[in-house]
T-cell receptor, first 115, second 114 residues
C-alpha cells in the first residue's frame, strides 16, 4: 500500500526553537509538497519540490525553509518557531509524468504547538 | 487566478439521508476539479476528480460529483450517507494537473445524526 509517513504526529515547541518536520514517501514520486491546514482556511501551500535538491515557494513560504536531499524525503524547517506557526502540517506527494492525474497522496499530518 | 468556495462550513444529516456538498470555483478555462475527504486524525484522501469528458464523475465510497460549467459548480453527492462518512470534505481546483497550482477550499465538516 502506498504511503506517505510524517515522523511526528504531535510536537510541542517553544518560541524561538528550530523545528524539523520530516516526511518520507515510498511511491518513488517526483513531486513533494508541504501544506499548512488551519480551521476555516483550508490547505495552503508552503513549499514544493519537483526533484532532488530543488524547491519552489508556495503561497505562504515566510518563516519556513525546506530540504530535499533524497527523492523520498522532504523536510520542512522552522528556523525560529513562533506562536503563529501553531498549526497542522500536511505532507503530500504526487507522480510527475505525461499521465499525471494530479492526485496528491497525503501523510496523516503533524500537529505543531508553539508555546 | 483560480479560487474555490465551499459555502457550507458544517452540515449535519441523518444516517441514510441523501447528501449534497456545494463547491463553486472561479477559473477562466476548463478547470481540473477534485474532492478530497479527511477523516478525523487522518490525512486527505482523493474521492474523485474531473478533467474532461463526462460531467458526472463517480468516485470511491459511493460518492459522485457533477461539473456544471454554466454554474461554475462541482457539487459532491451521495444518495445515502453512513455514519462512517462523518469527516471533512475539501473541494479543490487546479489550472492543470500540476499540484503546485491546485487551490483548496476551506472545507465542509459533515456530521451524521444517528
Amino acid at each position: 500500500d502506498v504511503k506517505v509517513t510524517q515522523s511526528s504526529r504531535y510536537l510541542v515547541k517553544r518560541t524561538g526553537e528550530k523545528v524539523f518536520l520530516e516526511c518520507v514517501q515510498d511511491m518513488d514520486h517526483e513531486n513533494m509538497f508541504w501544506y499548512r491546514q488551519d480551521p476555516g482556511l483550508g490547505l495552503r501551500l508552503i513549499y514544493f519540490s519537483y526533484d532532488v535538491k530543488m524547491k519552489e515557494k508556495g503561497d505562504i513560504p515566510e518563516g519556513y525553509s525546506v530540504s530535499r536531499e533524497k527523492k523520498e524525503r522532504f523536510s520542512l524547517i522552522l528556523e525560529s518557531a513562533s506562536t503563529n506557526q501553531t498549526s497542522m502540517y500536511l505532507c503530500a506527494s504526487s507522480h510527475q509524468s505525461a499521465g499525471n492525474t494530479g492526485e496528491l497522496f497525503f501523510g496523516e499530518g503533524s500537529r505543531l504547538t508553539v508555546l | 487566478a483560480q479560487s474555490v468556495t465551499q459555502p457550507d462550513i458544517h452540515i449535519t444529516v441523518s444516517e441514510g439521508a441523501s447528501l449534497e456538498l456545494r463547491c463553486n470555483y472561479s477559473y477562466g478555462a476548463t478547470p481540473y476539479l477534485f474532492w478530497y475527504v479527511q477523516s478525523p486524525g487522518q490525512g486527505l484522501q482523493l474521492l474523485l476528480k474531473y478533467f474532461s469528458g463526462d460531467t458526472l464523475v463517480q468516485g470511491i465510497k459511493g460518492f459522485e460529483a457533477e461539473f456544471k460549467r454554466s454554474q461554475s459548480s462541482f457539487n459532491l453527492r451521495k444518495p445515502s450517507v453512513h455514519w462512517s462518512d462523518a469527516a471533512e470534505y475539501f473541494c479543490a481546483v487546479g489550472a492543470d494537473s500540476s499540484a503546485s497550482k491546485i487551490i483548496f477550499g476551506s472545507g465542509t465538516r459533515l456530521s451524521i445524526r444517528p
